[in-house]
Every structure is written in C-alpha cells, then in structure tokens.
C-alpha cells in the first residue's frame, strides 16, 4: 500500500544518475596552498552516522573494523592517536541493540546441525532467543552497559548511528542522558517477547561518543571544536544520510513540511521524526549552519561526504517487471516478502516514482555539499569531497551492474582482486547462505542497510585515496583487503540457514520488537 504526497515544488527530478565527483579534478580546478606544520596532536577525527559509526547487522559492536578505524589504522595511528568507543557486552550477544548476526548463530546452535530455525525446533529456538533478548537488554539498561565512563577524553571518531545534520549540531550529552528511560521495577518482573528492545539504544550508545571533559553540553560539532584547540589534521564530515533513509525504513514517503525553517532548533529535534526526507531547500539550509561550524574545528584539512542513493539498500527489494533502462522497480517492499507473496494493495510500500523522488532529493543534497567544498576552496581553505553516493551506485547490484541497460555513466566498482576471487563474488544484493557458505551478498550485512566488515573495507580504501590527493598519506596507503577478510566472520563463517530461511526475518520483524527496532532505527 502506497501512501502519496506531492513532492515539493523545488524538486528537480533527475532523469540520470549525476557522474562520480573527481575530487582530484576539483583539487585541480581550485587548487589551494597548504602550509605543512608537522603531524597535528589529533591526526585523524569523524563526524558522522551509523556508515562511520560502524554499525551493522543491526548493532554498533566491533568498532575497530568501522571505516574509519580501518583507515586510521592504515595511516598507522594506533588506539592512542585514534580513539574511538566500544559495545564489546553482554557476552551472549554483543552490541547494541541488537547483533542479528550472533544472535542468528546462537540460534542455530540451540536448533542443531542444518535445521531451519521455524521448523520443529521452534519452541527451543524460541526460548533461546527470549533469553537473549532479555540478557542484552538488562545488560544495556542496568547492567555494565548502562553505565559510562567520565572525564574521558573525546573520541576521534565522533560518529553516532541514526544521527542527521541537525542531530551533530544540536543534541549534546545532557539530551541524551535527559531522553535515556530509566527502567522501574516492574519493567524488569515483565521482559514477555514483545517488549524486549533495548530502550532509547541511540541515546545510550551516543553517551559513549559525547561524554568527555567539558561536561555534559558538548555535541558531536563541539567536541570536533574542543580537539582543534589542539589541531586536528584531517577532519571528515559525512553526514546526510539520515535526512533520508527514515523513508526506506518505514516505507514512507514525508516529506518537512513547508515551514519547518521557521521552527526553533528544540521544536526540529522534538518532532523532525515525524518526517522521513528532508525538502531540499531545508537540507541545504541545516547543512549551511554545519558548514559555519566546522569552519570552526581548527583543522588543516577537511572531506566532506556525499549522501548515498539510500533507495539501493537491499532491504528495500524492488518488486514487478522493471522497465527496460530504468533505474526503478514498480514497487518497493520488504526484502523477506516474496515475488509470489507481495501485494501492493496490502503490503506496505514505496513506488518507484516515489524512489527516484527521494533520490533526486538527495542528489540535490550532493549538490548542496560540492558546492560548500568549491565555496571553500575558494577561500584558501584546503576542502574536499569523499563521494560515497558515487562509491555505493558503482556497487549497487540490481540496479545498474544486473541491468547494461541502465545509466551507462555508472562504472562498475573495480573490486580489488582478492575480493573478486571470492566465489561468489561479493555483491550488494540481501545477504544469503547455506550449510555449503555464501550464496549470494557480501558487501551488505544482515540488516540490509550496512555493510559488511570488507564493504567498510572498500570505503576506508576510497577515504585513503581521497586523503592521498590532500598529501595526508602516500598513494601506496592503502587497506589490505588480503588480512582484512578473515576479520569478517558473515562473510568467511555465515549463518547457515539464511537462504532458506528468508521468512525467518519477517517473522522476527512481525513479532518482536526488539528486530523491528533495528529495520527501524
């Protein structure tokens, strides 16, 4: 079921895929001197969401595998020179909220070698999983989770899963402690299947990125600001993201209403969840207001992200006969409905006017960010641009590398051969395996929205590039793609049942919440 909204009256819809943004071209187009003062005290610091947080398979957990941890780790800065936070509890299933990865491998223990987890195993599975939930959610709530550490000094990556624009520069640690539910007693007398999430997860992960010396009113923007008193070297910005996937996530289409610029900064963050995708006149207004900011950050460098085409994720699955050369399915829905199964006039959906709608959004954002980046460089100041929409179209598998047909401006992404030898090749299509592997995916993670240990492989690698082009590291700097894969345990020790079990994440999303609060995030 389809829910229409006219789409803004400045929306330019665009017809084509707009080209990958040469950062090296843009260098070279406005070139800008920069003076070298030896190693800065803070090399290496992030602002981003979830794609920089390292979130996936539904959780934020190892987040020394995060892009960002990864490049840093290639520019030879270890944990002193690049701090980031970490979600290693509770033992049964580490992360937070929910690791849908070990706690499917969990399962599988509990319904034995090669049996179906809703088959007659269900009872056993069901009470394995019960037990889970509710230990990660104690953990996170009154347990060692829940408590964090102060007078820390601040994280070199600054990412915070489910954040946007107007989160970085107006929620601070004290808001979020102010949002965090405290649980009662009868709360914990009654953990039944239902209501086994971890309550206000964001707020509690986002305590371990913002707590730090200066209090409690320090957001992500400000703490970047409190590092540069002592110099930051590189300072990447990639945010965005979040002005748009809430329609992905909850199959609907909102757009900000009309006078959302006239509300106070306290009445955005009170009600902006209302609304899934920003208008692109609002975008560029909020993004102009980071933009001042992070001229604030005394950094010699610093690489502002694009925003992802968020309609590829494969969660969203297209559904109907594509047209011939179009980017777009007929319908979007749920990747655990079948062809057979799906109903557009029952199952919640988008259309595919609707997708290229939210693309051509976004690519209105992209345009608002380069032009930032060019504006900057303009003023002497040494900005550039890490295209990750760009980066994830070249990868994006349904929609242009099944389809020759399609946007011929899209090159293949040229996988690094030690990934392409993997058989089957990693691709950006739901992940799927059996007792025999993989069987499909790779590059996206159980969620169906991140990527996987190696897909942050590949972004880390495309920052590496980027900061080559600012004269950070050398053009040889790059990830070991080689040491990096048996560091991914989806894709060298996947889930066996997956591919069979496809209902298995429909009936979880169905039934529980503490799944739907990951697809919902």
């Known amino acids: ?9 400045d929306l330019v819809i665009t017809r084509r895929t707009p080209p990958r943004i ?10 800008v001197q920069v003076v070298d003062d030896g190693e800065a005290a803070h090399p290496f610091v992030v602002i981003g969401d979830s794609l920089s947080h390292g979130f996936k398979s539904g959780a934020i957990h190892d987040t020394s595998l995060s892009w960002p941890a990864q490049a840093a780790a290639a520019m030879g800065l270890g944990p002193d020179r690049f701090r980031f936070p970490s979600y290693d509890g509770p033992t049964i299933c580490p992360g937070i909220p929910l690791n849908i990865e070990l706690l499917v491998k969990l399962l599988e ?6 049996a179906p987890l809703l088959g007659a195993h269900l009872p056993v599975v069901a009470s394995a999983a019960i037990h889970a939930l509710a230990e990660i959610k104690d953990y996170w709530e009154k347990g060692d989770g829940s408590q964090v550490a102060s007078g820390q000094p601040y994280m070199h990556n600054l990412a915070i899963y489910g954040w946007d624009v ?3 520069l107006s929620k601070t640690a004290r808001w979020c402690r102010e949002h965090v539910t405290v649980p009662s007693f009868w709360d914990h007398l009654k953990p039944h299947l239902p209501h086994l999430a971890v309550s206000d997860n964001e707020w509690r992960a986002a305590l371990r990125v913002l707590v730090g010396p200066l209090g409690d009113d320090v957001s992500q923007i400000t703490a970047a600001q409190a590092l540069g008193e002592d110099g930051v070297g590189t300072l990447i910005v990639a945010l965005g993201a979040n002005n748009a996937l809430g329609a992905v996530l909850g199959l ?3 757009w900000t209403p009309p006078d959302y610029l006239d509300w106070t900064a306290d009445d955005r963050l009170e009600h902006k969840d209302e609304y899934t995708v ?3 006149a609002h975008f560029a207004a909020e993004y102009a207001e980071l933009v001042a900011a992070v001229k604030q950050v005394n950094a010699r460098h610093v690489v502002l992200g694009t925003v992802p085409h968020v309609t590829i994720a494969p969660l969203l699955h297209g559904f109907g006969a594509k047209p011939a050369g179009s980017r777009y399915f007929p319908r979007y829905g749920r990747v655990w409905i079948s062809e057979r199964d799906f109903n557009p006039n029952h199952d919640q959906c988008l259309s595919g006017d609707q997708c290229r709608q939210i693309d051509s959004a976004i690519d209105s954002y992209n345009q608002t960010i380069v032009g930032h980046v060019r504006e900057a460089r303009r003023q002497g100041l040494d900005w550039h641009v890490l295209d990750i ?3 994830l179209d070249s990868l994006a598998y349904r929609r242009y590398l099944a389809d020759p047909l399609v946007d011929q401006d899209v090159q293949p992404y040229p996988m690094p051969d030690v990934l392409a030898a993997l058989s089957p090749r990693p691709d950006t299509r739901f992940f799927g395996s059996d007792q025999f592997g993989r069987t499909q995916g790779g590059l996206i993670a159980l969620d169906g929205v991140h990527p996987t240990t190696v897909g942050y492989g590949i972004m880390a690698d495309e920052v590496l590039k980027v900061l080559s082009i600012a004269g950070v590291v050398s053009p040889d700097t790059r990830i070991d793609f080689e040491q990096l894969i048996p560091k991914d345990t989806l894709v060298t020790a996947p889930p066996r049942t997956l591919t069979e079990d496809m209902t298995t994440l429909g009936f979880l999303n169905e039934h ?3 799944f739907r609060s990951v697809i919902e995030l």
Do not use: F, K, N
């Open 512 to 514: 529980l919440d503490a």
């Open 252 to 254: 609907a289409l909102r």
């Open 278 to 280: 920003w208008r692109p």
């Open 109 to 114: 223990e509990h319904a034995g070698a090669e």
């Open 166 to 168: 107007r989160d970085s």
């Open 1 to 9: 079921m389809v829910r229409v909204e006219p789409a803004p009256d």
């Open 22 to 31: 040469d950062d090296r071209a843009l260098a070279a187009e406005i070139p």
């Open 389 to 391: 929409c760009g980066l």
